[in-house]
Structures are given as C-alpha cells and as structure tokens.
C-alpha cells in the first residue's frame, strides 16, 4: 500500500493509504512513526472510527519504500462525493479539475469546510485541516481551481466524521491555483515565461519554510521535482514529484527528512529540476 495523505482527523489520527484495490485508513498512535508517502506492508484488525474504514491494532507495519510515487489520482466530479456514491471513493487519492471555490478557507489553527462547485453546477465538499499549511491562507474565492486530496469524512464544526463526503488536500501544493483564469482571458498572460526557483521565506528558519518556484505556459506535461539535499549533496527529502500545471506554485517543508526526521542545523540545498533545466538554491535550519 502507498500513503497518499499526512495524519487527518481527531485523535487517534488517521493515515490514509491504497493499492491498486482502493484506499484504506490506519488508525496511527502517539507511539507509531508513518512516514509520508511511504509503500508499506500492514497487518490489522478492519474496523471503523468515526465512520471511516480503518486498519486497528496494527501487529505489522513495515516500511518497504520511502517517498514511493503517490497514486494517479481519481478524477472526480461533485455529484461523486453525495451521500449515496462517496463512500465509493473513501480513502483514495482524488481530485477535482477546475472547480469554483465558493467559501474562504478557515483560519489559521482552524479546521473548517470550504464549498466548491463544478461546470454542472452540482457542489461538494474540501475540507481543509488545521495540521495543513492551508488554513489561514487566502482563498480565491470564486476563482477557478484544481484541488487533489483523500477522500474522506466530515464535521461541519471541523474532524473527520461522517456527516458527509469531502476531498481533503494534504498541503496547499496540493491546490492548483494557476488554473483560476477568468473566463475569456488569454492564460498565458498570468502564466510564467521560464521556469524559476525563489529564494525560500524565511530563512534562516526554524522549523518551516515556504519554497516557490514557476512553471510556465510551455512546461505543461513536464515533471516537476523539487529536492532537498544536505550540504555534501546527500538527498533530504523529496518534497514534489509529479507534473504540474502552469503559474505559480508553494510549498512547506517541515524541516525533516525522508523518515519524518528532524534535520540537524546547518545549510541545506534545495533544487528544482523540469524539462532539463536545473536551479538551486541555499537555505538555512537554526535550532
């Protein structure tokens, strides 16, 4: 199985992973260490928390393969995620192509639902977690988007419950922002003309920082990475891998590596790598 979400949801938290069968949750404790993206082998007990199908009382988790490519996500439409079919789709990676985003997103420390609508005019659910680096960011509202995530299960007041379907983004990367062309504009205008690589904010840093880099118009099919890299060129972490749409993108790192680890203070590389071309940058951990 391959982890497709960061910890979601009240305590006990919950892991999301799937295989080529579908997706599964595994209830994490305080004392397991789940790393993201991560292929492993679990052996469980399948119940259920809060009504979302989970592995219990793991008596086997092993880690075969650190930072294994995330599924395909499913595409999907709203009407997919109503209370009849969404339990079809619980606990995969899924997304959503050019939807309107109706709501702002909650504040920071916050969990919270936004509402989003698609070109039929059916609407659904994004819930945005407190544990992300979305909430108390600006949503565009009423902007045109493309939004990837899990499949899961809601509380209008915030938790994983089941009130109701929602896509679940793990990470604001995981929110494409450079689709939100008006209708009737030419999209190259807002779109990049070279790929680029900015200087990580802020830096020094510590624990977090934000890293932004552009695609532009003619990179559309080409792979993205994105890499962190320790001073005597050893890989950190891998922080994007897929390809992306074209505009302006962000991402977090933690400041941990591969394992869920926390690095050690120090300067560290970070490099962005698309359609043969390569950019790198320093940056800086403080402790």
Not at 137 to 150: E, F, L, M, R
Not at 268 to 285: N, P
Request: net charge negative; proline share 6%; no cysteine.
């Amino acid at each position: 199985m391959t982890g497709a979400a960061e910890h979601y949801g009240p305590d006990p938290a919950i892991t999301y992973f799937q295989d080529a069968s579908g997706g599964i949750g595994l209830v994490a404790t305080d004392d397991d260490d789940v790393p993201d993206r991560a292929e492993v082998i679990v052996r469980g007990t399948i119940g259920q928390v809060d009504g979302v199908t989970v592995i219990e009382n793991p008596t086997m988790f092993e880690v075969v393969r650190f930072s294994a490519p995330l599924p395909t996500p499913v595409e999907l439409t709203a009407s997919d995620l109503d209370d009849v079919v969404g339990e079809a789709f619980e606990g995969l990676f899924a997304r959503f192509e050019r939807v309107r985003i109706l709501d702002e997103f909650p504040g920071e420390g916050m969990d919270g639902t936004v509402r989003i609508v698609d070109d039929t005019g059916d609407t659904a659910t994004v819930f945005i977690d407190a544990d992300s680096d979305i909430d108390g960011t600006t949503a565009p509202v009423d902007t045109v988007v493309s939004i990837q995530g899990v499949v899961g299960q809601f509380a209008d007041q915030g938790g994983v419950l089941d009130y109701g379907y929602a896509l679940m983004p793990r990470e604001l990367l995981d929110i494409d922002f450079a689709t939100g062309i008006g209708d009737g504009e030419d999209p190259d205008i807002r779109l990049p003309a070279a790929f680029a690589l900015t200087q990580n904010y802020p830096n020094p840093f510590n624990p977090s920082t934000t890293i932004a880099f552009d695609v532009p118009s003619n990179g559309a099919g080409e792979t993205v990475t994105l890499t962190v890299y320790d001073i005597r060129g050893r890989l950190v972490s891998t922080l994007v891998e897929r390809e992306l749409e074209p505009g302006h993108h962000t991402v977090s790192w933690n400041g941990r590596d591969e394992r869920g680890r926390a690095v050690s203070s120090g300067i560290y590389l970070y490099t962005l790598r698309a359609a043969g071309e390569t950019f790198t940058r320093k940056m800086t951990v403080v402790k």
